[in-house]
């Protein structure tokens, strides 16, 4: 069945390194695929997107692009900030009903 | 602000106890969906409702009921609590051609002893 695999954590970076979070899917024909991202305390939010192969999904500073020869949408941002710490989910639609699947979430922890 | 709101942040329950967990969302969203999330295993979706009365069985239905009388409500219940029911969970609705992007409530951590 269709299904998603995200790096394990936790990542440890300190401030302005360079995050990569690895993440791949496994789907029968072309899901949507989403970064959730999860801040300390709170609920789920949508922090990127991408819809189609070769799409790049941005915000916040984080990107990532839909590569359908590989199945991958790695999660990646060029400096990150103290307040990035949380947990990155990364999610493909699939299945029967198209509903999202969610992987095991990445924690990334940036110490000052 | 649109927002999806749990009516409970932290419950303690014991063995066999009947549990309601409430969500309300302001946002007219048609899809409704009710996830557990439990460390190492992300989350795990277990019903959703596209519509008012109507519910579908997500990947993890067992020992787990729901309920939307209204369009913004959407209740989990669980019938006789059990121990490995402690869980974080989490409400999200979204509109009803948009699968993917989903809007969170903040969670609601359920002990049961």
């Known amino acids: 069945g269709d299904s998603v695999t995200q790096m394990e954590g936790p990542v440890t970076l300190s401030e302005e390194a360079f995050l990569t979070i690895n993440c791949t899917y496994t789907a029968t024909g072309y899901p949507s695929l989403f970064w959730y991202v999860q801040y300390p305390g709170e609920g789920l939010q949508l922090l990127l997107k991408a819809t189609k192969a070769d799409d790049k999904g941005s915000n916040k500073g984080f990107e990532a692009t839909y590569r359908k020869e590989t199945t991958s949408f790695h999660l990646e941002k060029g400096s990150v900030q103290v307040s990035d710490s949380a947990v990155y989910f990364c999610a493909p639609t699939g299945g029967a009903t198209n509903k999202l699947i969610f992987g095991t979430g990445t924690l990334l922890a940036v110490q000052p | 602000d649109v927002k999806v709101t749990q009516s409970s942040r932290y419950l303690v329950k014991r063995t066999g106890e009947k549990v309601f967990l409430e969500c309300v969302q302001d946002?007219?969203?048609?899809?409704m969906f009710w996830y557990r999330q439990d460390p190492g295993l992300g989350l795990r979706l277990i019903y959703f409702?596209?519509?008012?009365?109507?519910?579908e069985k997500g990947d993890i239905p067992e020992g787990y009921s729901v309920s939307r009388e209204k369009k913004e409500r959407f209740s989990l219940i669980l019938e006789s609590a059990s121990t490995n029911q402690t869980s974080m969970y989490l409400c999200?609705?979204?509109?009803?051609?948009?699968?993917?992007?989903?809007?969170f409530g903040e969670g609601s951590r359920l002990t049961v002893l």
């Open positions: 409702s596209y519509d008012v009365k109507m519910k």
């Open positions: 999200a609705s979204s509109k009803r051609q948009d699968t993917g992007e989903l809007f």
């Open positions: 946002m007219d969203h048609e899809n």
